[in-house]
């Protein structure tokens, strides 16, 4: 028979979730230190081990979790799915335009196929009111979504530009904070 468990793990109920921009600060460094960390290895062979935007998905939903928690959920997934197309064109803004080289596609460099084909999708456009139909609170729902959804494609274009040396790192372009310090490690007594 089974019965209810309680969760023994009390830091769920003590820790805050981190609003979105702390969250995708966190995201975003942590890739410029992992592109700075396993650069230069052969990533193109590996398919772009070092371009996921799993993170800036999980910051969107992390932040859609304290809309809903919060005493205003449409307003706050409003606001969410704005800031959202915010930090989109943060990132469209440090985009370069990628290079037509000559040449078949198969010829290209793979960087530079995939570049352009993530370019194009970042910049790309909505058909129409995809969320339209819903009841308020899953339009708003669905609205922060899609605007996750578009700031993660801008993410990706930008993390293969990076890997490939054609952007500056993040916090030097400016759209997202420079990484705290690092504090030196205590050492052990001898």
């Not at 335009?97 to 793979?110: R, V």
């Not at 993660?152 to 930008?158: D, E, G, H, K, M």
Request: aromatic letters at 6%; glycine letters at 8%; hydrophobic letters at 40%.
């Amino acid at each position: 028979m089974l019965g209810s468990v309680a969760c023994a793990c009390p830091c769920a109920a003590q820790d805050p979730l981190p609003d979105f921009a702390t969250c995708l600060r966190g995201e975003i460094l942590r890739y410029e230190q992992a592109v700075t960390a396993f650069a230069p290895t052969p990533a193109e062979t590996a398919g772009y081990p070092l371009a996921n935007v799993a993170g800036v998905e999980f910051c969107g939903t992390v932040g859609i979790v304290i809309c809903d928690r919060s005493e205003e959920p449409l307003g706050c997934q409003k606001a969410l799915a704005v800031e959202q197309d915010i930090w989109r064109a943060r990132v469209l803004t440090e985009l370069p335009e990628p290079e037509d080289a000559e040449g078949a596609e198969e010829e290209k460099p793979f960087a530079d196929v995939l570049y352009k084909q993530l370019f194009d999708l970042a910049h790309g456009m909505s058909a129409g009111r995809d969320c339209a139909g819903h009841s308020p609170r899953m339009e708003m729902w669905c609205r922060a979504r899609e605007a996750n959804g578009r700031l993660r494609a801008a993410v990706i274009a930008w993390q293969v530009a990076r890997h490939e040396g054609k952007v500056a790192p993040a916090f030097e372009a400016g759209w997202i904070a420079a990484p705290d310090p690092v504090r030196p490690r205590a050492r052990r007594e001898e």
